[in-house]
């Protein structure tokens, strides 16, 4: 696990970086208001870095916000879920060619000047994966709903015994991949709540991910897209998902995507 | 009383259902949004075959007394029901989205028609 007091706080102290194609991929629902700021972090982070937002079917000014800034935008026809709009910056990750993709969400809870832990094991070859988690270490910040916190103890329990390896936070989107990681999900990328399939995809494909702690701050606009009732939904869903795909050869549908 | 040869048929007829959604899944036929109802369905229903007694107190319950496995195409009408409800939602959500798509793809082969060759 690499350690919070090197993590550098802006990409140029990151080596080999430059020479990398990188892109962030920016998630948004309805955030007009939080997604300038996360902009602005992300170019603070590293000027390099491309930026897509991918607008799922927002019904305010989120594509606009995002024009403003000039950053790409992948405007979605409508709403898709969580899933299908981050996999759609992971195509247009692949089929650009990218060799790392962060995401990032739109609402400002991921902090962009913690993605050096994020991009540092992977750019050092350490994993294909890295997922900021909050509960790797006591990291602090993030409150959530009681439903929800325990939800994601649970998930987190059942995930870490199904892929033999301790994973804190099945929920969390703060993400780097590196081409495996991208290649993986855009060819397949489990639907609405989809970070704990994905979390098991990716262990089943026998990449290796890395969980980094990192604090998550409150969200910065809009609504969790999240309420009490559909978590218990999700959960079911997703247990039901996890299991079902336990007997799975394949976990991946064979026609290739690309 | 229930006949136990309707509580034996109609529980490996329920749990037949089960798996097969459940082997519908695996096999990425059927996504597991959709795949709940039919779950709820299946598991219902064979509880309500193999639990004799509750068959019994269940049909007693809702005035059903001479044959209490009547109540048992009852539960599984309401649930077949219940899927053709909700899959009429989803047909009318399809084909919403159907339209959407058609409408943008129709104005951007427009936009690209539009365009010189040299400018793509």
Do not use: C
Request: no cysteine.
């Amino acid at each position: 696990m690499s350690d919070m007091t090197i993590a550098p706080a802006r990409a140029e102290a990151l080596p080999g970086l430059g020479e990398l194609r990188r892109v962030a991929i920016v998630p948004a629902l309805n955030e007009e208001r939080a997604l300038p700021a996360v902009i602005d972090e992300l170019r603070a982070f590293d000027p390099g870095l491309d930026i897509v937002v991918v607008d799922d079917g927002s019904t305010d000014g989120t594509a606009a916000a995002a024009t403003a800034k000039s950053v790409r935008v992948l405007r979605l026809p409508f709403n898709l879920g969580i899933g299908g709009a981050v996999q759609t910056g992971f195509r247009f990750a692949f089929e650009n060619g990218y060799d790392l993709a962060v995401r990032v969400d739109g609402d400002g809870q991921h902090d962009p000047s913690q993605l050096g832990r994020l991009i540092a094991p992977v750019l050092a070859g350490e994993a294909d994966i890295a997922v900021g988690s909050r509960f790797a270490m006591d990291a602090a910040g993030y409150r959530s709903s009681r439903t929800r916190r325990i939800g994601i103890r649970l998930l987190a329990a059942v995930v870490s015994r199904i892929v033999g390896q301790r994973v804190t936070d099945t929920t969390s989107g703060f993400q780097a991949l590196n081409r495996l990681g991208i290649a993986l999900f855009a060819r397949d990328y489990p639907h609405d709540y989809p970070e704990v399939e994905a979390t098991v995809m990716v262990f089943r494909h026998r990449l290796r991910l890395l969980e980094v702690p990192v604090t998550m701050r409150e969200r910065g606009g809009g609504a969790s897209s999240i309420t009490t009732l559909r978590s218990i939904y999700y959960m079911i869903k997703v247990l039901l998902a996890i299991f079902v795909g336990l007997f799975r050869r394949n976990v991946v549908p064979q026609e290739d995507a690309s | 009383m229930t006949p136990l040869a309707v509580s034996i048929a109609g529980a490996i007829a329920s749990f037949t259902l089960v798996l097969v959604v459940l082997e519908l899944i695996r096999s990425h036929r059927l996504r597991e949004r959709y795949a709940l109802l039919w779950l709820a369905t299946g598991l219902t229903l064979t509880a309500l075959s193999a639990w004799r007694n509750g068959l019994n107190t269940l049909a007693r319950w809702v005035g059903v007394r001479s044959y209490p496995p009547a109540v048992l195409f009852a539960v599984g009408i309401l649930f077949i029901l219940a899927v053709l409800l909700h899959y009429s939602t989803v047909i009318s959500r399809l084909s919403d989205q159907n339209v959407l798509l058609a409408q943008r793809l129709a104005l951007l082969e427009e936009q690209v028609a539009d365009e010189p060759i040299s400018e793509r």
